[in-house]
């Protein structure tokens, strides 16, 4: 049985393979595995600079990640409340969207 594709492989791996290749080995192989952080408090840090840097085509793959790591609904809402006031309205209107889809399709 093939092994299953990462996610950076399904999105650009037929694109930009090298850079699918680093996502998996460098990013999310080497940064997301050290000491130090854990996996729900380096969703929370990247979900937070998503935001903070509307960064939005990536903002959904992170949500789904960070409830996959332990953070809440709660958690995850009152940061996007908590972020409004840091960086701007539209960044968090914009994240409470992206949330509110990702909560949804994780109920289908």
């Known amino acids: 049985m093939p092994e299953k594709e990462s996610a950076a492989q399904q999105a650009v791996g037929d694109i930009t393979p090298k850079l699918a290749d680093l996502t ?3 990013l999310f192989g080497d ?3 050290r ?3 854990s ?4 969703s929370l840090v990247t979900v937070t600079a998503l935001i903070a840097l509307y960064r939005s085509e990536q903002l959904g793959f ?3 990640l960070a409830l996959e790591n332990g953070l809440t609904r709660t ?3 009152e940061a996007i409340t908590h972020l409004a006031f840091y960086t701007g309205w539209p960044n968090a209107m914009g994240a409470a969207a992206r949330l509110k889809a990702v909560l949804d399709a994780a109920q289908d």
């Open 39 to 42: 996996p729900r408090d380096r």
């Open 62 to 64: 992170h949500l789904k």
């Open 35 to 37: 000491d130090g952080l």
């Open 31 to 33: 940064v997301w595995e």
């Open 75 to 77: 958690e995850l809402s």
């Open 24 to 26: 998996d080995q460098v």
